[in-house]
């Protein structure tokens, strides 16, 4: 009988159709889905993004960039992601980004893009979603500043970060930030500030071999038992237990 593994892995080389996933994302009108090569050139698009590129068919997007597609300052942010990406091997998660809505309209999104590797773990694209944003986009809950302010949260989480700074960057008050922080994240501004503090430190125990004291630090933790108490309360687990459980 086999295992579990070498089942699964002969399954996937059956089915043939190597970006199956995409026909999913075709049924998704709200939800863009791409992926890219390592030079940021298209190799698959959904429906949805097709149509916002204003293409007639996705086969049109093969080999071009997000500068063919999108309007500069778009595609300039794009290309800034793509190229962090590619540089750290770390994952984009949560970025709020400008977006093309289907009537051609522009509005908000959020950006999730994960690497992707060949079979001997070397770098070679991306797959990229983003989500519409359309409600907060209407009631115009979101706005450059406070796209700003969510970008340098990200960028920033080694530094001991402060609610009033983030307000201070979007150009709100702290019941606006807090309101819109709710509408687009479901969190409050300080929960939403410890959930990718905890999502730094849970990648970086699965991806790396670094010690906990240091993950601890550069996800912005005071020390390594404030890491440990807070990364129980949000997952069950310890860090080094954790650790353990995904790489076994």
């Known amino acids: 009988m086999i295992g579990k593994k070498q089942w699964q892995t002969t399954f996937m080389?059956?089915?043939?159709?190597?970006?199956?996933?995409?026909?999913?994302?075709?049924r998704l009108p709200d939800i863009v889905f791409s992926v890219k090569d390592i030079q940021g050139r298209?190799?698959?698009?959904?429906?949805?993004?097709?149509?916002?590129?204003?293409?007639?068919h996705r086969d049109a997007a093969i080999g071009l960039t997000a500068f063919d597609l999108f309007p500069a300052p778009m595609?300039?942010?794009?290309?800034?992601?793509?190229?962090?990406?590619?540089?750290?091997?770390?994952?984009?998660?949560?970025?709020l980004d400008l977006t093309l809505y289907p009537d051609r309209s522009s509005g908000w999104c959020l950006t999730t893009k994960?690497?992707?590797?060949?079979?001997?773990?070397?770098?070679?694209?991306?797959?990229?979603?983003?989500?519409?944003?359309?409600?907060?986009?209407?009631?115009?809950?979101?706005?450059?500043?406070?796209a700003e302010a969510i970008d340098y949260m990200h960028a920033n989480l080694a530094a001991p970060l402060r609610v009033e700074e983030?307000?201070?960057?979007?150009?709100?008050?702290?019941?606006?930030?807090?309101?819109?922080?709710?509408?687009?994240?479901?969190?409050?501004?300080?929960?939403?500030?410890?959930?990718?503090?905890?999502?730094?430190?849970?990648?970086?125990?699965?991806?790396?071999?670094?010690?906990?004291?240091?993950?601890?630090?550069?996800?912005?933790?005071?020390?390594?038992?404030s890491l440990s108490r807070q990364f129980r309360q949000f997952t069950g687990v310890s860090p080094r237990q954790y650790r353990a459980l995904v790489r076994s």
């Open 114 to 146: 994960e690497p992707l590797r060949d079979a001997n773990g070397r770098l070679i694209g991306l797959a990229c979603i983003s989500r519409d944003l359309f409600e907060p986009s209407r009631a115009g809950m979101v706005s450059e500043g406070f």
């Open 42 to 56: 298209y190799v698959w698009m959904s429906e949805a993004c097709v149509s916002r590129c204003n293409l007639l």
């Open 75 to 95: 595609a300039e942010r794009y290309a800034r992601q793509d190229a962090q990406l590619f540089r750290t091997g770390q994952s984009l998660l949560n970025a």
């Open 166 to 225: 983030m307000v201070r960057r979007s150009g709100l008050t702290s019941a606006q930030f807090d309101r819109r922080m709710k509408m687009v994240f479901q969190l409050s501004a300080g929960q939403y500030l410890q959930k990718i503090r905890i999502d730094m430190a849970a990648r970086m125990l699965a991806e790396s071999t670094v010690q906990i004291a240091q993950i601890a630090q550069i996800a912005g933790f005071c020390d390594q038992s």
């Open 13 to 26: 080389q059956q089915l043939g159709q190597g970006m199956f996933v995409a026909t999913l994302f075709d």
